[in-house]
């Protein structure tokens, strides 16, 4: 969903109230050749804003512990075995629930992450133990957020709101979106959210531009010699897992398709756009061209 909302500079500001710089994105790799890399600086991270929760690199040789419960994505091909069924070949994208009093439904599996949980995370008995949102006909195309156009691929894996999706949990929320061209905005410090990108396919050219100069540009501070450092461009690829600060400014773009993730679960009314802000730098310094900070322009409507 986005909310277009005014943004009031002044104490009541939620990012305002601290001018502190928000904290840098972590890039980690889950998959691929760089496995592993990244992981031990982002749970150092996450444990700091969100106690209880962590996330695990592993295969299907080594589950998570006993009494331990988690949500595991697939970064490639797998194997699932339910109660009393057979067994059904996995691919990217494929997401499975494990409860703390469950045993592992992964028979194979090389290149799994998994979210471990808080003991006070629910988890509905309803939400099934496998979801694959590219099969599952309970999970449709729901354009909103960095996906808008009518025809996003965007679909709600865990939700918050029973109205947006079938499988609603509280204390994370996740959605498989292809991104193309996302509005610029952030997640407050005092309310928002800290976000996650599991990449899972990226064409070439994809990218996730991000600043941590929130308050600089929604205060109109932005000096002409801070231009140049004001916003930062990382190129996705396949098995990036990206911790998104709350206050940091992020945008994606480029086709990926991503898992997003949100702990500790998507809030409504706290995605503040960014867009008019960095295209008044742009006008206040004449950058045009190569040199125009970039932005977001959404698609005319008939």
Known sequence: MILFATVLLSANCPLLQDAALPPDVVVAHVSGSKRGEGVAELNERLGQVAPGYSVVVHDASSPLPPGAQGVTFLQGEGEFVGEGSQPLSLRIGDMVIHRSDG?????????????????????DPDI??????????????????????????????????????????????????????????YHPVEG????????????????????RRTSELLAG??????????????????????????????????????QVLAIPGFLPGQEIPMDEAIRKVNGRFALIGDRALPVHDPAPKD
Not at 106 to 120: A, H, M, Q, W
Not at 143 to 158: M, N
Not at 202 to 208: D, E, K, Q, V, W
């Open 103 to 123: 045993p592992s439904s992964i028979r194979t599996g090389d290149e799994l992450v998994s979210f471990v949980l808080p003991t006070d995370v629910m988890i």
């Open 128 to 185: 099934p133990t496998l979801i694959r949102p590219d099969f599952d006909p309970r999970l449709t195309d729901r354009p909103g957020g960095c996906a808008t156009d009518p025809g996003a691929y965007r679909r709600l894996l865990l939700t918050w709101n029973p109205e947006r999706g079938p499988y609603v949990l509280h204390g994370f929320n996740c959605h498989r979106v292809r991104i193309d061209d996302s509005f610029s905005h």
């Open 221 to 258: 501070a932005v000096e002409a010699g801070d231009v140049d450092e004001l916003i930062r461009s990382i190129p996705l690829e396949a098995g990036q897992l990206i911790l998104i600060p709350r206050g940091v400014t992020h945008r994606g773009l480029g086709g990926a398709v991503i």
């Open 192 to 211: 928002g959210f800290d976000e996650f990108y599991l990449v899972q396919e990226a064409p070439a050219g994809a990218r996730l531009i991000v600043s």
